[in-house]
């Protein structure tokens, strides 16, 4: 397998308190800031990354080998685009949304909901404030049940498949 990573973005300050970069990384494209990180762990993982915003029209052919995504995105409405787009354009593949993980506290108000192959984690109802990034703790319980999702549906695919 590999890892398909997309994303336009540089690494700042306001990054640092959640995601997986460090003070010499800052505007460093954060697809360059990652792989350097992911290597470092890893130098034999597979990569494709993408520095690119993603849209309507590219998001097919960059994920084209994905088995699942799982979406990352910022902003409410390049959310709702891409889930939009993956669900118009393939209903086999699983996409894994995170909503609602703004703030701090009410780790209980987190869980999963499924709509066929789209889940979404998050408690469906956080709004960023202006001016206060999102705080570290919950966009990492948010990752983890992100990643634990993922592994448990490679693993039924891959045991189905045996």
């Not at 209903?91 to 703004?102: H, N, Y």
Request: glycine letters at 4%; aromatic letters at 4%.
């Amino acid at each position: 397998g590999k890892l398909i990573v997309a994303d336009f973005d540089t690494v700042s300050v306001s990054n640092l308190n959640r995601q997986a970069y460090d003070l010499s990384q800052l505007g460093m494209p954060k697809v360059q800031a990652l792989e350097h990180n992911i290597r470092r762990v890893n130098p034999f993982i597979k990569l494709q990354m993408h520095e690119l915003r993603l849209n309507p029209d590219n998001i097919a052919s960059i994920f084209a080998d994905a088995d699942i995504m799982i979406e990352a995105l910022d902003k409410a409405e390049e959310k709702q685009m891409l889930i939009e787009t993956w669900l118009k354009s393939d209903q086999v593949r699983p996409l894994i949304c995170a909503s609602g993980i703004a703030g701090y506290g009410r780790n209980e108000d987190i869980k999963s909901i499924r709509d066929g192959n789209l889940f979404i984690i998050g408690d469906m109802h956080s709004e960023p404030v202006e001016g206060i990034a999102p705080m570290a703790p919950r966009v990492m319980i948010v990752a983890a049940m992100q990643a634990n999702l993922c592994l448990e549906i490679l693993a039924k695919h891959n045991k189905d498949k045996a």
